[in-house]
């Protein structure tokens, strides 16, 4: 658990639940599941108390749920946001050790990137004065992104309102920015990955073998696309909502905008996400047309070159079935030079033909 006391001229943490909250301040919670999990009663009590409200039994239980999709929600007290970030692991602690994460094998070296997507929900409650978030045990984006802050806060750094966050709403915003780019930051393993096929593919004298990984790459490219389908109507709903609090007056206008730009930017990063997911899935589609395409041109080829083969040698075949006939009677067979005269025959007539192939092309790699 990390709790976070934010203001514009300090940024102060604790490990204990917050028991009041002091002028021009807000709070971050920062909780594993396993420990929201445990700790549902102080949490809702302290929500009681500082927000003289409480979550919803069915928010619990999508807070608590690791294969939720990203979505929204609201209340009239406070907003939820369902986010999936990309995931380290595959499993968290059980309920004996909260807040430890019960590491496994990491996936060898060498495999390719694609294969090892994986994501896990991160919850976040915003109310007016408090940001409750519940992450995966191993959620490497709240600890870099608490990290920065309170680097930045001992660097003397934070002298300006722009560097600090001024909301539970923009705090939320940010964090989801910092998963976004998270999406954007594989684009270079993927397409280093594809890259990779495509050339083992459209190689002219290689045998692709690796259709398991692909077939799983292209299945994991679309998983990723309805991921980030799910994350784009999550924050474009979170966007429609920003317009009831300002007719409902909850905020002043200069807030509202600086969480419209934030929106609209996760928006936009989303969007470049899934731009990029579905050129990948087209291209990977692509180099499998052509793969087959290459393949069907040179089994053309050979088809091509074995029936000119064969074009050439039926006369001759005609020639010696025809001087190969047991008649006692074959005047030519009787000549001195018979054999010479037929040898050169059928010479001429595979020549002959050969040189009338060429002519047509059938016998060049290119036609």
């Known amino acids: 658990m990390r709790v976070f006391s934010i203001a514009t001229e300090a940024i102060l943490e604790t490990d204990q639940l917050p028991q009041a909250i002091a002028p021009g301040c807000f709070v971050w919670v920062a909780l594993a599941r396993r420990e929201f999990e445990l700790m549902q009663s102080e949490v809702q009590a302290m929500l009681q108390s500082l927000c003289e409200a409480q979550l919803v039994d069915l928010h619990i239980t999508d807070m608590l749920n690791n294969q939720l999709p990203s979505h929204y929600d609201y209340t009239s007290q406070y907003d939820m946001l369902v986010f999936r970030r990309l995931a380290a692991g595959s499993t968290e602690s059980d309920l004996s050790r909260p807040g430890e994460f019960l590491h496994l094998s990491q996936t060898k070296a060498g495999v390719n990137a694609l294969r090892r997507i994986d994501t896990s929900p991160v919850a976040f409650a915003v109310f007016d004065r408090l940001l409750l978030t519940v992450h995966p045990v191993d959620c490497a984006v709240r600890d870099s992104f608490a990290s920065r802050m309170l680097a930045a806060f001992h660097a003397n750094l934070l002298t300006s309102n722009a560097r600090v966050p001024h909301s ?43 259709w398991g990984a692909l077939l799983d790459a292209r299945l994991m490219l679309h998983h990723l696309d309805e991921i980030c389908e799910d994350q784009r109507a999550a924050i474009q709903d979170w966007t429609d909502g920003l317009e009831a609090l300002k007719h409902e007056g909850l905020h002043s206008e200069r807030a509202l905008e600086l969480l419209k730009v934030r929106s609209r930017d996760v928006l936009e990063h989303i969007e470049r996400v899934v731009h990029h997911v579905r050129r990948l899935e087209q291209s990977a589609e692509t180099s499998v047309q052509m793969h087959f395409s290459a393949q069907s041109n040179r089994t053309n080829a050979v088809m091509r070159t074995l029936t000119v083969l064969t074009a050439v040698f039926l006369p001759l075949n005609l020639i010696t079935g025809f001087f190969g006939m047991n008649f006692e009677h074959f005047a030519f067979i009787h000549l001195e030079h018979g054999l010479e005269a037929t040898l050169l025959l059928m010479a001429a007539v595979g020549a002959g033909l050969m040189l009338f192939f060429w002519r047509k092309r059938y016998l060049s790699g290119n036609r």
């Not at 495509?198 to 290689?206: A, K, V, W, Y």
């Open 168 to 210: 539970p709403a923009d705090l939320m915003l940010r964090i989801v920015s910092q998963m976004v780019d998270g999406y954007l930051n594989l684009r270079r393993d993927f397409t280093r990955q594809l890259d990779q096929w495509q050339s083992q593919l459209l190689r002219p004298d290689g045998r692709f073998s690796d």
